[in-house]
């Protein structure tokens, strides 16, 4: 085999030079996620989130965000007010609402731990958004468990 000559040697290095920094790039991005800005008001001046369904950019739905500060009762929540929680997408948020209707209304946060999907460190980085409201204020419920004490 004939040896490279000079200018194939250093087109050569300039493409594992490339590869290296890509790949280099992809490892930082990967281990260092980009902090999201909280959303910022909207232009019209009123203050709530965007009602459900309210497409986001390229027209597609978009989930309600949630807003820093704003608790999320996972008692009353929807599927877009879950999925916009931190870590929870669509098919979390589906088990969440699947756990709630089979076995009723959460009692206190850490019920989330049984739902499978969410382990200790989900749980660390939800709990300052979520709450469960007291039995009285969890509204309607899926009813009484079966085989357990009746409801309210």
């Known amino acids: ?3 490279w000559t000079p200018a194939e040697r250093r087109g050569a290095l300039l493409v594992a030079l490339l590869l290296s920094l890509g790949a280099a790039r992809d490892l930082w991005r990967a281990t ?11 232009a019209d001046g009123s203050s709530g989130p965007p009602a459900a369904g309210v497409t986001g950019e ?3 739905p978009g989930p309600v965000p949630a ?3 704003v608790m999320v009762d996972l008692n009353r929540a929807g599927l877009a007010e879950l999925d916009a929680l931190p870590g929870i997408g669509p098919v979390l948020a ?25 382990g200790p460190r989900l749980f ?8 469960v409201a007291g039995s009285s204020a969890a509204g309607p419920g899926p009813g009484p468990r079966p085989g357990g004490p009746p409801g309210p």
């Open 1 to 3: 085999m004939p040896a």
């Open 32 to 42: 260092h996620p980009r902090m999201t800005p909280p959303p910022s008001a909207p």
């Open 58 to 60: 390229a027209g597609r």
């Open 67 to 69: 807003e820093a500060g």
């Open 94 to 118: 589906g088990r969440i609402l699947q756990h709630r209707n089979a076995h009723g209304p959460f009692r206190e946060p850490e019920d989330l731990l049984a739902v499978p999907g969410i």
């Open 124 to 131: 660390e980085r939800l709990r300052p958004r979520i709450r």
